[in-house]
């Protein structure tokens, strides 16, 4: 290993000869000590397989990751510092643009935490419109994972197909609350609006042709032998480390933990819903992927449920100190058009005291720590965000696996950039 | 703001129920380290003990490891800043039983200038919140491998989650 590779084209320049079969050999010899070094590679954060703007600083041995550093942050807005500064109710928008995939459960994440803060119940009729809405932002938001996760793996087709189903959620979420993306459709103590009458028909609508969508999803990929190639046996996490990790989700549940925050401390209707919870056995993206993919059937299966026993009422609590008060009520009593004013204005008081509350939100468990000192402005509000603690384990997932898998690792976790960084 | 309608922690009737269930937690700590649980308060059915920061890495051992117990998932860790406290930051863990599906929380206090100790090698998922919490509030964490800030950029001054820190931020 004396001469180097300059050395040897040198010499065969100099003596314009062909190069010896030794040399030939020194010459791979030398080229295949370069490819040995270890190369840095920056990934992001402009990549399309970040989903976002994820920036991960990579150790590479020729293919194979050694070292991972990831290095979120390039979306940080300070949630937690604005939330200490306004009403509860004000903080609702700010949710929607931290999980701006799954806006709905994001909210509905904080209005359980102040709701349990406040010690106040919730109508019946409201807590079913919110698991209907909530199993919907569900669907959509595995559809999305569905769509983009195979993309990167390079599948294409079906990204077109579940963005088609995902529209026809939107369009229900539309007629809801006139948004698509960022809602604003919860507050503190119930819905502000009741559903419009062809709600229900629409969401059956929906749910009666997905089956046969998902189908059409599986047929092109659950034996696609080339798919199934590249997720099998990679990014394995056992139960223990993702345990250890606080992995939580599909995450976890891929390697065969049953937690699932709707069966163990069921919120709003959970607990009159059956369902099952789809459990992996190694822990691997297929795991996950067979995981998610089934969740989309259990999610209709309670939809479902949930449309049948929907009862008649209110969709506000009757908390006259919390509800805001409907359109028509401020238009017709003087009382309602006075609380409007004074809830807008100066908020609610909560209690002193600190709660954590978290709900199974599409990514993982979503929660929320918030502190109150008494007063209608939280003096502290904690995002637990299932993206920034899940991305913590992808070291750990892809450190030793090929670079080109390390795509299909990030795709299997499904992170949403605007939860990671806040 | 009005505090008049504030309400006295502890009063709802879901709070003595959970008083019950989650007795075990805070007598087993009782037994196993006497005169250490320096406060325990229950409000809306949630547990929370605070205790010693030199004492985390030992009562989080015993909470994770105790057969009856079993809390073996962190879910959350954050700090809270209180600048009229001597010691001003609260650290909080919040801990998950899965095997036996119960929470408590866990809080210790420190100083702004002194060590709070890591517990990395208890729970993975400390390595990121834990960097989370000093990138936000400056909590020292000691035994922590690579302590730097994780959000903002590695130059920012000052630490946006303490109270003193104005939201518009500095300019």
Redesign the interface.
Known sequence: MSRSIEDSTNELAGYGLMPSPNDQRQIVDAQHDIFKQEVTLNMGPQHPSTHGVLRLLIDLEGEIVTKITPDPGYLHRGMEKLGESMFYNQFIPYTDRMDYIAAFTSEQAFVIAVEKLLGVTVPERAKYIRVVLAELQRIASHLLWLGTHVMDIGAITVFLYSMREREAILDIFESYCGARLTLNALRVGGLPQDVPPIFKEKVREFIDGMPAHLAEYNGLLAENPIFLRRIKGIGVISAEDAISFGLTGASLRGSGVNYDVRKAAPYDAYDRMEFDVPLGTTGDVYDRFLCRMEEMNQSLRIIRQALDQMPDGPVMTDDVHIAIPSRDATMSSIEAMQRHFIITLKGFTAPAGEIYAGIESPKGELGYYIVSRGGSIPYRVHVRAPSFINLGAIPHMAEGEMIADLVAVIGSIDIVLGEVDR | ?????????GS?TADSISQEIEALAVRKLAEKFPGLVEEVIY??G?I?VLIPKDKVIEVCTFLRDDPDLRY?????M?G??YPEREQRFEV?Y?LYS?PY?Q?I?VKARVGEDEPMPSVTLL???A???EK?AYD?LGIKFVGHQGLR?????EDWEGY??RKD?P?EGYH
Do not use: G, S, V
């Open positions: 703001m009005d505090d008049k309608q504030q309400e006295k922690p709802a409000f809306r949630e929370t073996n998932m962190m879910k959350d954050t809270c800043d909080i919040q899965l599906n929470h929380r729970w993975h998922a390595y990121f919140q989370e936000m800030r994780i959000l903002l950029p946006p989650l820190y939201l």
